[in-house]
């Protein structure tokens, strides 16, 4: 997120890894076969606006319902994955459903979302839960690099008739019944970010029937012995391999971010840590010796945690290192100058056009790339999925950053790619919400001031940030001097000998 700030010594604990089901549902039909999908909302901690299955964590109470013919640990990610589908889309999958009214149905499914019991509730209407009504199609871990990690149990059912799942509105924002081929298209071109298991199940159901899928969705390519995929391509041609660098929390690594399908360039492989490094060389090697061309390294900007392993990676690699005028100079001169505006163009089975848009405030010569097919952004240092940016004077200028994020949503941008956590599905959304925030704490400054008396720079940080942190703090006062610095622009505050006033 950005270079070292001096008082910052902290490093995020590990992500507690939780114990999830998830649930294909299939049908079989005249027409072709269907999967029901869903669109996770948008208040959701993990995976806000993306494509998913039905699914969610194992609860406690999970343990104690009855699962007929179930296998030895089986039965707990069996109810989860039941009781996620009747929660978030109104299908339940238990023996004896057909005689319950809808009503009736409506009801339990009301009272299962207000925190009942699902075993009572099924007890109720005499429903019984049978595993070989689900079949184990795979189990995925999520990468150390998330801030929320799922060890996930995949089970496929077939079903005879395609039920109108009912969406909670919640939980879920969106969804139903889609042809994998259909939904494989919208992954194409951007529309859907999936997540490796969900993309690999409709890649797979696109091209098997359920009877041979099952084999191919146990076996995904790219996952080791941990069930932890290495490449992860959340839409077509843009695969993002996170690089453990020296950022700031609560970030631990930064995303090395990988476009093309046919020409490769990586954009700020940032890793200064030898063994970091031989993972992504060994990754883009792997995708060569598949037929593709790697033919740049290119920067967003010259943070060390960008820019670090940039130039070794392009030397073993034997490609040109790509950077802004202003970024060529802080690292030692690249080879290309980009320039605002420039496109570079990537061929392939799907061509890729990368445009270069101009985008400081964070930092000098600061560069996003903007796909102009699917309008999605590799968004460098702009955005940060799941935290704020830190803009550190004098390099970060808030006014000159406010009109960058204006910048990209005139664009206009589509699904985020930051740096620093997950991609952002509904960009504009988190464009607006960054611009929001960033007028608001200026309100909260000026607020604090009074013509009265001056306050320091810490003194208004613990006013204007008391929820933050105390380890984070050095980090507020960097922001809330920009904050500062941008309110004298404006000539709404000045400076004084004893800090700030209005």
């Given at each position: 997120?950005?270079?070292?700030?001096?008082?910052?010594?902290?490093?995020?604990?590990?992500?507690?890894?939780?114990?999830?089901?998830?649930?294909?549902?299939?049908?079989?039909?005249?027409?072709?076969?269907?999967?029901?999908?869903?669109?996770?909302?948008?208040?959701?901690?993990?995976?806000?606006?993306?494509?998913?299955?039905?699914?969610?964590?194992?609860?406690?109470?999970?343990?104690?319902?009855?699962?007929?013919?179930?296998?030895?640990?089986?039965?707990?990610?069996?109810?989860?994955?039941?009781?996620?589908?009747?929660?978030?889309?109104?299908?339940?999958?238990?023996?004896?459903?057909?005689?319950?009214?809808?009503?009736?149905?409506?009801?339990?499914?009301?009272?299962?979302?207000?925190?009942?019991?699902?075993?009572?509730?099924?007890?109720?209407?005499?429903?019984?839960?049978?595993?070989?009504?689900?079949?184990?199609?795979?189990?995925?871990?999520t990468p150390p690099f998330s801030p929320i990690r799922f060890d996930t149990r995949f089970f496929l059912a077939v079903v005879d008739e395609e039920p109108d799942g009912e969406v909670d509105g919640d939980e879920v924002a969106g969804g139903g019944w889609v042809e994998p081929a259909r939904a494989l298209e919208l992954w194409e071109r951007g529309e859907a970010l999936l997540h490796p298991p969900t993309h690999h199940a409709l890649a797979t159901l696109a091209g098997f029937p359920p009877e041979k899928a099952v084999g191919i969705l146990r076996r995904p390519p790219y996952v080791d012995a941990e069930h932890v995929v290495h490449r992860i391509e959340f839409q077509r041609g843009i695969h993002v391999f996170p690089l453990r660098t020296p950022t700031l929390p609560p970030h631990t690594h930064t995303n090395c971010i990988v476009v093309g399908t046919g020409d490769l360039v990586a954009i700020d492989p940032g890793a200064s840590d030898p063994a970091e490094q031989e993972r992504i060389a060994r990754a883009l090697a792997e995708m060569v010796e598949e037929g593709r061309r790697f033919r740049a390294v290119l920067l967003t900007h010259h943070h060390g945690d960008h820019a670090g392993g940039a130039r070794e990676l392009a030397r073993r690699m034997g490609v040109p290192l790509w950077a802004s005028e202003v970024t060529s100079r802080r690292v030692g001169g690249a080879d290309r100058i980009l320039a605002d505006g420039e496109v570079i163009e990537l061929g392939g089975p799907m061509p890729m056009r990368l445009r270069c848009v101009l985008t400081e405030g964070h930092a000098d010569g600061h560069l996003c790339f903007y796909e102009e097919g699917s309008r999605a952004v590799i968004?460098?240092?702009?955005?940060?999925?799941?935290?704020?940016?830190?803009?550190?004077?004098?390099?970060?200028?808030?006014?000159?950053?406010?009109?960058?994020?204006?910048?990209?949503?005139?664009?206009?941008?589509?699904?985020?790619?930051?740096?620093?956590?997950?991609?952002v599905p509904d960009g504009q959304e988190l464009l607006q919400r960054y611009l929001a925030h960033r007028e608001e704490r200026l309100a909260q400054i000026l607020g604090c001031l009074s013509p009265d008396r001056s306050l320091t720079l810490a003194e208004i940080v613990k006013v204007v940030y008391s929820d933050t942190l105390s380890v984070l703090r050095p980090v507020a006062e960097r922001s809330a001097l920009a904050s500062l610095l941008e309110?004298?622009?404006?000539?709404?505050?000045?400076?004084?000998?004893?800090?700030?006033?209005?």
């Open positions: 997120m950005s270079e070292a700030i001096e008082g910052i010594e902290w490093t995020p604990p590990p992500a507690k890894i939780r114990q999830a089901a998830s649930i294909l549902l299939v049908s079989e039909r005249e027409e072709g076969r269907r999967i029901f999908w869903v669109r996770r909302g948008s208040r959701m901690r993990f995976g806000p606006g993306w494509y998913a299955f039905p699914g969610g964590k194992v609860e406690e109470g999970d343990a104690q319902v009855e699962v007929e013919s179930a296998r030895e640990g089986e039965a707990p990610f069996v109810v989860a994955a039941i009781r996620e589908a009747f929660e978030e889309v109104g299908i339940l999958l238990a023996r004896g459903a057909e005689r319950i009214s809808a009503q009736a149905r409506a009801e339990m499914r009301q009272r299962l979302r207000a925190g009942a019991s699902f075993g009572e509730l099924l007890a109720a209407h005499g429903l019984r839960l049978d595993a070989r009504r689900l079949v184990s199609v795979g189990r995925w871990v968004a460098g240092d702009m955005v940060a999925e799941g935290s704020t940016i830190v803009l550190d004077p004098p390099e970060g200028k808030l006014g000159v950053y406010l009109d960058s994020l204006r910048r990209l949503m005139e664009l206009p941008a589509g699904a985020l790619y930051p740096a620093h956590g997950f991609p309110l004298e622009r404006r000539a709404l505050v000045r400076r004084t000998d004893e800090g700030w006033t209005v």
